[in-house]
């Protein structure tokens, strides 16, 4: 009897096996607990089940490379158009010919094969007792030697300063762009380390006058609870770069179907699911985002706080073919 139902179990799992059609291989780099019911829903909607494997970017860019062809992996997603251009470069992604996603994501948000379903600004911190806001005003007032010691970043090989940085080759060109690196290097405070929080936090300890942001740290702590937060928002200024010019820098959170993908019909209805009108205020909120798709409103008492501003709406595609150029400037101007 025992033999029996394993045997049993055997063929019902080589069945499953079989019946993979109804199966999902997402590859996730996101890790907020409200993806969870993201993914839930899916299922429900569509019968199919996911099975997610959850990395770190590089590592699972890595392990869908060396898995090759044999890469069950069916979606890869993950925050950042750096590293969304890197799966793009290593050739990962497939192309995916949408009505749905077309019409859902704007151009400027996507590429023939990978979308965006959320986006991110990158904003400028200032504390309020050392600076004044009408002098950082731009991305380009970081390189003023007004702001001599007082300028506070994490590494320039962190995506998003490499996607800022490709933002400005983009729209200033090449030598302006370097001369802007120089400039920050020169109003450092300290050499670069942490993240975004610690440059946030440094700002409000004054041990940094300024520094750059993504918006979701800010409205993290704008809606934490504990009263060290509460003085750090109380101490410092938040500013939408460039607003007289080319709109605030904007980064996104993303996906795509891999080349190899087992299960490409389950696939495309997955990204065409993740630019529904639910699945959007899931994707975005959870992080404290904006979701891709502009006629979805999102309640977000943080996001609301922070308001509306001017986005650069500079293509995505744009921003990947700055990276290699970005990481040279940064080097050169000795932004480690
Ligand atoms: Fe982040």
Request: net charge positive; charged share 25%; proline share 4%.
């Amino acid at each position: 009897m025992k033999l029996t139902s394993t045997w049993l179990a055997a063929a019902l799992a080589s069945l499953s096996f079989a019946a993979s059609a109804e199966e999902l291989n997402l590859y996730s780099a996101r890790h907020y607990q409200t993806d969870e019911a993201l993914y839930a829903n899916f299922t429900k909607q569509t019968g199919i089940k996911i099975n997610r494997i959850e990395g770190k970017e590089d590592e699972l860019l890595e392990r869908i490379k060396n898995e090759g062809a044999n890469s069950p992996a069916d979606i890869f997603i993950t925050v950042d158009a750096a590293r969304l251009a890197k799966a793009h470069e290593l050739g990962l992604f497939a192309p995916v010919s949408s009505k749905a996603l077309e019409s859902r994501i704007p151009a400027h948000l996507r590429t023939e094969d990978w979308f965006s379903f959320s986006t991110r600004a990158r904003v400028i911190i200032y504390n309020k007792g050392a600076v004044k806001a009408e002098d950082v005003q731009n991305y380009a007032d970081l390189a003023n030697p007004k702001l001599k010691g007082k300028f506070c970043s994490r590494s320039g090989a962190h995506p998003y300063n490499l996607s800022l940085m490709a933002s400005v080759i983009a729209n200033e060109g090449e030598a302006k762009a370097e001369a802007w690196a120089k400039g920050m290097v020169a109003n450092f405070a300290r050499a670069p380390k942490g993240g975004d929080t610690d440059q946030i936090k440094a700002v409000a300890a004054g041990e940094c006058g300024v520094a750059i942001s993504n918006t979701y740290y800010v409205a993290r702590l704008m809606r934490s609870t504990k009263p060290a937060d509460r003085k750090v928002m109380e101490s410092i200024g938040v500013v939408w770069p460039n607003q007289a010019s080319t709109g605030t820098h904007i980064n996104v959170s993303g996906g795509g179907m891999l080349k190899t993908a087992p299960h490409k019909e389950a696939a495309v209805k997955f990204l065409e699911y993740l630019a529904s009108d639910d699945a959007q205020r899931h994707f975005a909120d959870g992080n404290n985002e904006w979701p891709a798709v502009e006629s979805v409103k999102v309640e977000n008492p943080a996001l609301d706080q922070l308001g509306k501003f001017k986005a650069d709406k500079m293509p995505v595609k744009n921003l990947a073919m700055y990276q290699a150029k970005a990481q040279i400037i940064f080097d050169r101007a000795g932004f480690k």
